[in-house]
């Protein structure tokens, strides 16, 4: 529970104000020479003890990401007896659990579904990609004050990987929340909102492992499955899905580490000096992180997915999903909490049109097989039970097929914030659940309707983060982080 001022209330976790402070840090990191060339955002650790801060539990999200929107009648809520222009191509096939039908294109997630769980019924009130990105990162339906489709602001409502880094505890010198192997950006360059602490403040940003190089003209998972949506003629893309470099360069022996490490001590001195009254425990915290980073070999190994065994990337898939999933299972076996895993850049999963064939033979096998994969691995090392798996996008499919002649050859469908089927597995969920249902299209709830403020509960609830936690802002007005009951059925 939250610690208590003198008035009685609950004493939030404190955000440190970052001012001129940042630019000597800055430097220091350079003087370092740290080799983290990848790591956009830093999180701070947490401390046992301090304000706000969740009892320590051994429990772990992973939240994949269909950037985009998946269809729900095309994977997880086919309605086979619609009319054609609402049914689409698909077949549903039977799951290893009586009576729950999926895609047939997704057969290896079917014979596993005594580990998973499909919530049909998660609805909210966004068509447009921008907002239902930040709705479905942020958990939080109203849109904030100030919100600007086009980019990120410091006005937005902080993302469910931001609280989770800031209230959770870090364990093994890794950040508690991590977000791979890109950040969401749309094919004209700008960076999607909802992604970042937005009113929190920088200094919670989750941390950001760029492994995934950023094409404009490319969607799914290279080299394997990349595609165009459009099916327009592009030159091949020569990229490398590169984890972190977490080396001391070559030549930095210990002496030379420890020389710069006590020039850090002399300018952190001259740093409080400058501004003895300042917080400096953030900051300093951040030095500590990334020497540990790169000193602890268990962490390089996390991140190091690409020297796995053979079998094991064979297992995953040759390719930037199976990649992405392996990453993550390694980084939450390390100690890190949440893990929020984006499959796919572009909004790769946005199938206006084409959407049939790119589905079943560029998106679905990948998916298929990487998250396969993750569920076995988890289960057998013990890890699953303790270990929660939710698979969302911004919103679902349009019910009704359309065509777009002018930019597709083939039918497609279109943005549908009013229902899509959520993924779950592990983290002390049951399999072989259906929770919530559709009408007759898939296109309304019909039972059980569910929000973003209960998926966001119940990824809280299961990282053990208590209902009462929140947070201060600069006018000392706490804000909570529960907006919502996690999904009952589940557990």
Known sequence: MPRLNREGCPTPFLHP?????????????????????????????????????????????????????LGQQDSFDLKPHAPEEIRGEFKPIATRTPGIEICEH????????????????????????????????????????????????????????????????????????????????????????????GVMGPSHDPMLIEASPFDPNAYGAYPEYEFDHQNRKRPAAVKRFQAPNLSLPEGFGVARFTHRLELLDHLDAQRRELDEHAQTVQLDRHRQDAVSMLTDPRVKQAFDVMSAD???????????????????RRLVEAGVNLVQVNLGNNETWDTHGNAFPHLRDNLFPPTDRALSALLDDLHSSGLLDSTLIVMAGEFGRTPRISTLPNFYKSSGRDHWGHAQTVFFAGGGTQGGRVVGSTDKNAGYPTTNPQTPEALAATIYHSLGIPQSTHWTDAQDRPHYIYHGEPIAGLF
């Open 106 to 197: 997704l057969p290896m997630l079917a014979s596993r579904s005594q580990h998973w769980s499909l919530l049909r019924s998660l609805t909210h009130s966004s068509n447009d990609h921008s907002a239902g990105h930040l709705i479905m990162l942020t958990g939080r339906t109203p849109l904030p004050p100030g919100f600007d489709p086009t980019k990120p602001t410091p006005t937005d409502w902080p993302s469910i990987a931001a609280i989770a880094g800031a209230v959770t505890k870090a364990r093994n010198n890794l950040p508690p929340a991590v977000i791979l192997p890109e950040k969401l950006v749309h094919n004209s360059g700008r960076v999607i909102p909802g992604q970042l602490a």
């Open 310 to 328: 053979p079998k094991m990337l064979e297992r995953y898939g040759q390719n930037s999903f199976g990649w992405s999933l392996l990453m993550a």
């Open 17 to 69: 104000r970052l001012s001129r402070r940042v630019a000597i840090q800055a430097g220091a990191v350079g003087l370092l020479g740290l080799g983290t060339n990848h790591l956009t955002a830093l999180q701070s650790l947490a401390v046992a003890g301090e304000p706000g801060r969740s009892t320590p539990r051994a429990r772990a999200v992973i939240y994949i990401f269909l950037s985009g929107g």
